[in-house]
């Protein structure tokens, strides 16, 4: 039951974007880069975000169960699902610059806000 000494302001929560990487991409969170495999290792496509993200940043996948599968082993819809990343900059970035930015990046599909939850 709601009870009218409730806390009526909204639940914090830290700033993140979502974002969607081109298919074949995925994030090296040991190294910090996002790679692309190619035919052989001479092949491969490498992006480093890190000049244009705040130090404090993180990148965590949105289905972490799917992150460290190779992607031989995953079906059509896994592969879409695992593209899907939380990029969380810290509480002092500014966001909308952020986005304007990985919006150029050459492993990035789509980026976007998460949407605003709220009860009426």
């Known amino acids: 039951m ?6 009526q302001t909204p639940l ?3 700033p993140f974007l979502v974002v969607q990487l081109k298919p074949g991409w995925r994030h090296d969170p040991e190294s910090g880069v996002f790679r692309r495999p190619g035919e052989s290792d001479d092949d491969e496509e490498v992006f480093e975000p890190a000049p244009e993200l ?3 940043t993180r990148i965590e996948p949105m289905i972490p169960d799917l992150a460290g599968k190779s992607p031989d082993d995953l079906s059509e819809w896994e592969l879409t699902l695992a593209r899907y990343l939380h990029l969380f900059p810290g509480a002092d970035a500014d966001l909308d610059e952020l986005l304007e930015a990985i919006t150029d990046w050459s492993c990035v599909e789509e980026v976007h806000r ?4 709220a009860l009426p």
Do not use: V
């Not at 998460?114 to 939850?117: A, C, S």
């Open 2 to 7: 709601w009870s009218d000494d409730a806390p």
């Open 114 to 117: 998460p949407p605003q939850i």
């Open 54 to 56: 705040p130090a404090e």
């Open 12 to 14: 914090e929560i830290e």
